[in-house]
């Protein structure tokens, strides 16, 4: 597993899991599971109070937030088989090892980066890219390696 790793958006984070088919990216945290600390009205402070004041303590609040929902997802996870896992949250998805023409691990100064190319059996292409923490590219590089040998480049 590559815990972590941001998909198509930077504010979605993904685990992802190398099971025996396919590649599983299951949400840990999505935008939408905070957007009601940010919508929510106000804390009785006037409005500027409100902006300065309430604005710093909505993102301390957000952030502590999603560390519960990233450690209550990854609660969930456990013991969970690839389609139960897919089950977890509607945005998560997986890829079948089938279907991927080739994977790149690559490392630049600031992240590692995971470069999917696909191939559909309706013969649609595509890429799909995560990104991970630098110092995951190790990790990264050694799991993907195992799991589809003759696909990295």
Do not use: C
Not at 12 to 20: G, M, Q, V
Not at 94 to 116: G, H, M, N, T, W
């Amino acid at each position: 597993m590559i815990e972590g790793v941001r998909g198509h958006t930077y504010d979605t984070i993904y685990d992802l899991f190398f099971a025996k088919e396919s590649v599983i990216a299951a949400i840990v945290l999505h935008p939408s599971d905070l957007t009601h600390l940010y919508i929510r009205k106000g804390l009785g402070l006037s409005e500027l109070s409100e902006l300065v004041v309430g604005g710093a303590l909505r993102k301390r609040e957000a952030k502590a937030r999603a560390g519960k929902m990233i450690e209550q997802r990854r609660l969930e996870f456990d013991g969970k088989s690839p389609d139960e896992l897919l089950r977890t949250h509607k945005g998560n998805f997986s890829i079948r090892y089938s279907e991927v023409v080739s994977l790149e691990v690559k490392k630049d100064f600031f992240e590692a980066k995971l470069k999917f190319k696909i191939l559909k059996s309706n013969g649609k292409r595509g890429k799909l890219q995560f990104s991970l923490r630098k110092e995951q590219f190790e990790d990264a590089r050694r799991i993907v390696n195992y799991a589809l040998p003759d696909k990295v480049v």
